[in-house]
Structure formats: C-alpha cells, structure tokens
C-alpha cells in the first residue's frame, strides 16, 4: 500500500458534489488536503457569493483556522466529486514537527496566496474594467510570462477574469481584439504573446487618464 493510501485509510473522508464543508464566519478545527476532485472556494461580497478559486488534487485550504484560530473567511464546496483528507490541529502539528518538507511547501504556498492577493487588492484599485483587463495582463507577464524572441507570452484563460478582476467575459474579449488589431498581442486560444510590454504601460497609463479626465 503506497503513502497516499495509508493517509487516506487513517485521514481520509470522500465527500459527494455539492457538500458545502464550511461557511465564512464559522469557527473550524480542520483543515483539508485534495488527493482528487474539485474545490470551489467562495466568499461574500456586497450580497454576492464569488467564487476566489477552484482548487485541484494536491492543494490545500482551511489551514488558517488551525494556524491562527479565527473564523473562516470563506467558504468551501466541492466542486466535483473529492477525496480529502481532514486534518486536525493535533495531526497538523505532529505532521509539521515530523516533516520539514511540508513546512516549507506550506510557506512556500502561503506566501503565493499573499502575493496574489495583493495582485488582486491593487487590480481593484483601477476604477475602470478597461485598466483592470490591461493591468491584469501585465501582471500575468510579469510573474509568470515566458520570454520569447519577440515579446512575452503567457497563459490568460477569459472565463476565469469575472472571478479574478470583476469585469464580464465580452468586455475582456472586447479589449482584446482592440489590443490585437492595435499590434500590442496576439491571441492563440488561452494564451496571450505580448510583443512590447512598456506599450502596453503607456496604453494603460492612457486609459487611466482618460477615466479620470473624460475624454483626452
């Protein structure tokens, strides 16, 4: 029997489509770990349930109720059919003490959640959809872009931008083909080449002050 089954015989629970494993506000004691299926993550904002993230085999949420205690601050269903594993703080702790390795991959992910989360604070600073799509996109080459002989390409799925940036699927696909025809990018399916990304600063720079000043 390899480890995964052995941690599943002693911690794992299997949990049917549509089971919602905790609310925001609640007070937990667990936390999870997706050895298959699908978890959305949602939380409420201004009377509206947005979905933050859909997470996959391998990841993690509900740590922060063991670490520090507080209430949820989200809320968690299964998305498609899942095994988990649920951890409690007692399990939690010994599996820190025991495994380094964990520890790291814990910070290591947390630290990735902090730094989207500010991606995603400061995003929402922009007033207009029109900024936040283009910001959006320099922010995607700026942490996870590939460099190309001309230019940078990265990986930019539009349905996930309502759930990302607030801004519906036919302006975002509106303002692509205007950054296409104007030469900036070029589209392959889910991915994006961005030929000159201090262009597309200037553009953005631009449609900032015509939000702000009508127009120029």
Known sequence: MGAEETLFQRFGKEFPKGTELFREGEIGK??????????????RVRDVEKVLAVLG?????GEMAII??????ASAVVHDDAKLLVIDPK??????????????????????????????????????????IVHQILQA???????????????FAVR???????????AVRSMLERLERAGLIERSGDRLTVYDTARLHDFLNYLEMK?????L
Do not use: Y
């Open 57 to 61: 085999p391998g990841e993690f949420f």
């Open 160 to 170: 996930e931008m309502p759930r990302q940036i607030g801004v519906g699927e036919p």
């Open 68 to 73: 520090s205690n507080k209430p949820r601050n």
């Open 91 to 132: 399990t939690f702790e010994a599996m820190i003490r025991g495994n380094a390795e964990i520890a790291v991959r814990m910070i290591k992910k947390l630290a990735e959640r902090l730094s989207e989360a500010d991606a995603q604070i400061e995003n929402l600073l922009h007033g207009d959809p029109a900024s936040r």
């Open 211 to 215: 939000w702000k000043f009508g127009d």
């Open 141 to 155: 080459c700026q942490t996870r872009g590939r460099p190309l002989e001309e230019g940078v390409e990265v990986d």
């Open 30 to 43: 667990e936390m999870f770990v997706i050895q298959s299926g699908k978890i959305a993550i949602s939380k």
